[in-house]
């Protein structure tokens, strides 16, 4: 892959703004099992990601690899339905490029949903957790190397990571679900295997309320580049050794497909005061 330059990012926002010719309000990342959200976009405009210069290409069997452009409400969104992870062979540093596209597109605000592991033991299964922090301690940044200046500091603030705004506005659209809300910490741990017993253990003692693969490169990148984020988990499945039995995907999918629908509902109602 060549050097991750500003011209690097901007071939690729060249490329989609050829193509929708408009400026999206909003960018939405969504997580394992979460894509029926996009059939909510009215008048579509897709992009396989193959097709875009500089851009990745996921490889997880519940990520699509489209980008969906259109309206949600009175609101022009930008979907990323298929994310892309370091487990997948990625390194941290071209995790940047959805967030960068977003922002060179123009994107105002961005979203991002994924499936979780519950690891507070308060929580339930089809629970959503509004993220308001995250752990992580895998040690390498998406924002290692060189830094650019077009995006951002070489050293920025994390403290708003989550925008408090953002997520006011988000915990006041729940009323009327019939989803169960949470707000909490979500702890990134880098896979593909779930996390083990100690290790979920050691991430409760450290003040997780949820552990999972992704997310946290993004809200990293959004920081960098002062873009104002929401990030929401879904309680997809409880975490290893809070019960007594073994991890899998089937049961991340099936929880993500029981929800979709009030997800959803939510998400539009989240979308239409952002």
């Known amino acids: 892959m060549q050097k991750l330059d500003f011209q690097f990012f901007k071939t690729s926002a060249d490329y989609v703004k050829s193509i929708i010719k408009d400026e999206p309000d909003?960018?939405?990342?969504?997580?394992?099992?979460?894509?029926?959200?996009?059939?909510?976009?009215?008048n579509p405009v897709e992009i396989r990601y193959?097709?875009?210069?500089?851009?990745?290409?996921?490889?997880?069997e519940s990520h699509e690899g489209r980008l969906v452009f259109g309206r949600v409400g009175e609101k022009k969104v930008i979907c990323m339905?298929?994310?892309?992870?370091?487990?997948?062979?990625?390194?941290?540093?071209?995790?940047?490029?959805?967030?960068?596209?977003?922002?060179?597109l123009g994107v105002k605000k961005t979203i991002v949903t994924n499936a979780a592991g519950a690891v507070n033991t308060e929580y339930n299964v089809g629970d959503i957790m509004i993220i308001k922090d995250h752990l992580k301690l895998t040690g390498a940044s998406p924002l290692e190397g060189d830094n650019i200046e077009e995006f951002g500091p070489r050293f920025f603030d994390t403290t708003d990571?989550?925008?408090?705004?953002l997520r006011e506005i988000a915990l006041n659209c729940t009323e009327g679900s019939p989803l169960t809300f949470r707000e909490g910490v979500y702890m990134y741990f880098t896979g593909p295997q779930f996390e083990t017993p100690a290790e979920i253990r050691a991430a409760r003692i450290l003040g997780a309320d949820?552990?999972?693969?992704?997310?946290?490169?993004?809200?990293?990148?959004?920081?960098?580049?002062?873009m104002p984020l929401l990030g929401i988990s879904v309680m997809t499945n409880?975490?290893?050794?809070?019960?007594?039995?073994?991890?899998t995907d089937e049961?991340?999918?099936?929880?993500?497909?029981?929800?979709?629908?009030?997800?959803?509902?939510?998400i539009e109602k989240v979308i239409s005061r952002l």
């Open 238 to 247: 409880m975490a290893a050794g809070v019960l007594d039995r073994k991890l």
């Open 81 to 104: 339905s298929g994310r892309f992870h370091h487990y997948e062979g990625y390194p941290f540093t071209v995790l940047t490029i959805p967030v960068r596209l977003f922002k060179l």
């Open 50 to 60: 193959k097709d875009i210069p500089n851009f990745l290409v996921s490889t997880v």
């Open 210 to 226: 949820a552990v999972g693969m992704s997310t946290v490169t993004e809200a990293l990148t959004a920081a960098h580049c002062s």
């Open 26 to 42: 909003i960018g939405i990342i969504l997580g394992s099992g979460l894509k029926d959200f996009v059939s909510r976009i009215e």
């Open 161 to 165: 990571m989550y925008t408090k705004e």
């Open 251 to 266: 049961e991340v999918g099936e929880t993500a497909s029981r929800i979709s629908k009030p997800f959803g509902d939510y």
